[in-house]
């Protein structure tokens, strides 16, 4: 019989502490064996306020009843406080999936409830960690998500850009292919400067578009008002903002990536070294863009999104299964199909493919793709 790698070992603590988190205030519930009768627990729960001189002196407290492990739920960015103070303290931190750890349907529920019935599940051995990343990922992270939503606001305002023109009767957009091209941008500016000869704004035309005069022409006439000109302002000036932001954020990006390298290692037991082991940040970025699909943004995402340390993830299936890019095997007597993949990591999942994501784990080596699911839990 095959013994599993939960059957080796169950992960039993004998000190935990769990804390049900909330905006203000988590509820701790700590769990002690009894110092006179064998086999009984000793339980303490109380309520810690969030602010960091509480949640140091927690920490204190839980090292001087020597407590091995602290779990607690990955309740929106509440948790980021307690974790990293109690962990900076010291202190083994488990952040768990709230799915992973659900009440049993019925039981009343309170943050006290819930904050005895996860310390009974960790010290039993019945949550699994989800992956936290050390800091300098955590930082990458913070700036590829910041400059996603920047990129998303701006295109959003480019639409609002060529939504307010269609209002003006400018059909600009189907005889330019890019509104802020070149061209298209410096009509755009005329326009807010008060030109409205359709003629003389066909004259700023460039490259290609020179010998479109006519169709420019016929297009740039409509009844642009000067309602339709202050707004047009406020919105390019707004798309320009964002590329400045974003300019600074992949100068920031960039800098930091630098400073990055792979962790320290060797053999991963199959006789192959991982591709970031001892590799700086710079060079496994281009190793990145080698693959198909992922280009240099992609690829800093990529990083900042699973981190560094590929033996987190055992096999390139695992990395694919974290990032719900396969479907979910359900098997029921000799019948087997494939359910939805699931969610996912919603900022990994728009940068790649199945068989992109198995080339990250391989370093780009080999193409397989492995089973469907392998129900692997990490953070998000």
């Known amino acids: 019989m095959e013994e599993t790698r939960e059957d080796q070992a169950d992960g039993a603590v004998a000190r935990v502490a769990a804390i049900d988190i909330a905006k203000a205030s988590g509820v701790v519930c700590m769990r002690l064996p009894h110092e006179e009768r064998e086999g009984r627990r000793v339980q303490q729960v109380w309520t810690v306020a969030s602010t960091t001189n509480a949640v140091l002196e927690l920490g204190d407290r839980l090292l001087c009843q020597g407590v091995q ?142 010998k479109k005069r006519e169709a420019l022409i016929e297009a740039l006439t409509g009844q642009f008002e000067e309602h339709h000109g202050h707004l047009l302002r406020i919105l390019l000036n707004t798309v320009d903002h964002f590329t400045e932001q974003i300019t600074e954020l992949d100068r ?70 974290w990032a719900k890019l396969c479907p979910r095997t359900i098997q029921s007597g000799t019948k087997n199909t494939a359910g939805p993949a699931g969610r996912g990591n919603p900022w990994l999942r728009p940068t790649g493919n199945r068989q992109s994501l198995s080339h990250v784990r391989r370093g780009g080596c080999s193409t397989g793709t492995g089973p469907r699911d392998h129900g692997v839990l990490y953070a998000q």
């Open 69 to 210: 492990r602290v779990v607690m739920e990955a309740t929106g960015s509440y948790w980021k406080p307690f974790f990293y103070l109690l962990e900076a303290r010291g202190l083994e931190c488990w952040l768990v999936n709230a799915r992973e750890v659900k009440n049993v349907p019925g039981r009343p529920k309170t943050d006290r409830l819930d904050s005895v019935w996860l310390a009974k599940l960790a010290e039993r051995g019945m949550v699994r960690a989800s992956f936290v990343p050390p800091k300098p990922v955590r930082q990458l992270r913070d700036l590829t998500r910041t400059r996603t939503a920047f990129t998303q606001d701006r295109t959003r305002h480019k639409h609002r850009v060529e939504k307010l023109l269609e209002d003006a009767q400018i059909k600009l957009s189907t005889v330019v292919s890019d509104l802020f091209g070149v061209s298209g941008r410096a009509m755009l500016d005329a326009l807010v400067a008060g030109e409205r000869r359709p003629r003389a704004l066909a004259d700023l035309a460039r490259g290609s578009l020179v």
């Open 252 to 321: 920031r990006i960039t800098a930091l990536v630098d400073e990055m390298t792979g962790p320290p290692g060797g053999d991963e037991g199959d006789g192959r070294t991982p591709a970031a082991v001892g590799r700086a940040g710079r060079e496994l970025i281009k190793c990145l863009d080698a693959i198909p699909g992922v280009g240099p943004a992609t690829a800093q995402i990529i990083l900042a999104e699973i981190g560094l340390d590929m033996s987190r993830f055992p096999s390139p299936e695992h990395l694919v299964s």
